[in-house]
């Protein structure tokens, strides 16, 4: 998720975190350089050493300071209820094992003022395309860490009990199966 449209999508939403930000998903730290100063303090929840490793390098002379939480988007986060003011996750709830279990921490830890950022890739519309989606899903989850082709993020969203107020769609440039986006606002 490093190509030219990817930054694109994350420069459009990202600087909108504001407050005390957790980000699931932290990984290798490609939304680093997208925070603006009105984010306070950032937790970057992310199981892997190896990407953390290399966020911290990302973080290098920038003013941002990220703490680290290393474990699974699923396991109850060390952070008090309603203790957030942003949850931000990019490609992310697609490759989390649980994504209700960990959409239900995300909840619990933002503020009722707070604000869940999105971006993600699901389940095409499109008839053919998420029947593509199906049939290369099991394959794809393997050799892609566990993503998950065909998750409607938007059903997921409301079902962990968030509000979507705001949500664009759209395919990004690339495979149709691996390109169709969510994209938004959501709270509690």
Not at 3 to 9: D, G, L, S
Not at 40 to 61: F, T
Not at 96 to 125: D, T, Y
């Amino acid at each position: 998720m490093r190509n030219k449209e990817a930054t694109r999508v994350r420069r459009d939403w990202v600087p909108y975190a504001r407050g005390d930000v957790l980000e699931v998903g932290i990984g290798s730290g490609l939304n680093l350089p997208f925070y603006s100063k009105e984010v306070g303090r950032l937790y970057g929840v992310e199981p892997s050493l190896q990407l953390q490793k290399l966020a911290r390098k990302r973080m290098a002379g920038q003013a941002i300071n990220v703490e680290f939480l290393a474990q699974s988007a699923e396991e109850p986060l060390p952070l008090p209820d309603q203790s957030v003011d942003t949850v931000v996750t990019t490609w992310t709830l697609c490759s989390i094992a649980n994504p209700l279990r960990a959409l239900g921490q995300m909840k619990r830890v933002l503020k009722r003022s707070g604000c869940l950022i999105f971006v993600e890739h699901g389940r095409a519309p499109d008839a053919d395309v998420s029947a593509w989606q199906d049939r290369l899903a099991p394959l794809w989850k393997r050799i892609g860490g566990g993503c998950h082709l065909n998750r409607k993020i938007d059903s997921l969203l409301l079902e962990a009990g968030f509000e979507i107020n705001e949500l664009r769609t759209a395919y990004l440039p690339g495979p149709r199966p691996m390109t169709y986006t969510y994209q938004g606002f959501a709270h509690v």
